[in-house]
């Protein structure tokens, strides 16, 4: 049984169609995504004020808290479920059994996808975590403490994140391209904005981020090899 995904033919055991209405699952999502982002956010602010002026170290507290929060509970929701997610009707679910109908492999427990999908819960996760408390234990702060190791960690977690989405994007062409297997319904809304345009944010917000910390690193350097020139 396939159900409504492709390629047609593919084999998704016990699959349930979703009980909830698109647009109420979406607000439910959006919901549970939302709280815990804003009340970190909002905790964050109150550890350290000095993240009230910045409205650019606030949105890329929110963009790791957001990748952490995914990374640990939907996407861990999946490396656990991953077997009986066809016929759930869990909100994660039920999400998920959406976002399968641009890429069918995550209701076939595909080898590939649970590989990078653990690999994202148990590494990026918590990297992702300890990069949002290291801009709150950082931002504001004068001299090396303040690029300690916030720089460092985003770079690593961009490059992740990057390579990633690369792998993601790559199995899928090479699918289709050599083997003229299509796991996304050929409908825009499925291809476009599923497949591509939710997934665009880890490619674009990373390489911005990643570009931020190198000019932070090198610029580091530079100060201590200056600094280091001026002792001697």
Same mark, same amino acid.
């Given at each position: 049984?396939?159900?409504?995904?492709?390629?047609?033919?593919?084999?998704?055991?016990?699959?349930?169609?979703?009980?909830?209405?698109?647009?109420?699952?979406?607000?439910? @999502?959006?919901?549970?995504?939302? /709280?815990?982002?804003?009340? =970190?956010?909002?905790?964050?602010?109150?550890?350290?004020? +000095?993240? %009230?002026?910045?409205?650019?170290?606030?949105?890329?507290?929110?963009?790791?808290?957001?990748?952490?929060?995914?990374?640990?509970? @939907?996407?861990?929701?999946?490396? /656990?479920?991953?077997?009986? =997610?066809?016929?759930?009707?869990?909100?994660?679910?039920? +999400?998920? %059994?959406?976002?399968?109908?641009?890429d069918s492999r995550y209701l076939t427990s595909d080898p590939f996808m649970l590989c990078i999908e653990t690999l994202?819960?148990?590494?990026?996760?918590?990297?992702?975590?300890?990069?949002?408390?290291?801009?709150?234990?950082?931002?504001?702060? %004068?001299?090396?403490?303040?690029?300690?190791?916030?720089?460092?960690?985003?770079?690593?977690?961009?490059?992740?994140?990057?390579?990633?989405?690369?792998?993601?994007?790559?199995?899928?062409?090479?699918?289709?391209?050599?083997?003229?297997?299509?796991?996304?319904?050929?409908?825009?809304?499925?291809?476009?904005?599923?497949?591509?345009?939710?997934?665009?944010?880890?490619?674009?917000v990373p390489a911005l981020l990643l570009r931020q910390s190198v000019k932070v690193i090198v610029h580091t350097f530079r100060v201590a090899e200056i600094a280091s020139r001026d002792l001697e």
């Amino acid at each position: 049984m396939s159900g409504p995904y492709y390629p047609p033919h593919v084999a998704i055991p016990h699959y349930e169609p979703n009980t909830t209405p698109l647009p109420k699952l979406l607000v439910q @999502f959006g919901a549970i995504i939302a /709280v815990p982002v804003l009340s =970190l956010l909002a905790g964050a602010r109150q550890r350290n004020p +000095a993240l %009230k002026n910045s409205i650019s170290a606030q949105l890329t507290f929110c963009w790791f808290a957001l990748c952490g929060f995914l990374h640990l509970f @939907f996407e861990g929701f999946y490396v /656990v479920h991953h077997a009986t =997610l066809a016929s759930s009707q869990a909100p994660f679910a039920q +999400a998920w %059994k959406e976002y399968a109908l641009s890429d069918s492999r995550y209701l076939t427990s595909d080898p590939f996808m649970l590989c990078i999908e653990t690999l994202t819960c148990l590494v990026w996760g918590p990297l992702c975590v300890w990069t949002a408390v290291s801009i709150v234990r950082t931002h504001g702060s %004068k001299g090396f403490r303040g690029y300690d190791t916030r720089h460092l960690l985003q770079a690593v977690v961009c490059v992740g994140h990057l390579y990633g989405v690369a792998l993601y994007y790559g199995t899928c062409h090479f699918e289709e391209t050599m083997r003229g297997t299509s796991y996304s319904r050929p409908e825009w809304i499925y291809y476009w904005v599923y497949y591509v345009g939710f997934n665009a944010p880890w490619v674009i917000v990373p390489a911005l981020l990643l570009r931020q910390s190198v000019k932070v690193i090198v610029h580091t350097f530079r100060v201590a090899e200056i600094a280091s020139r001026d002792l001697e």
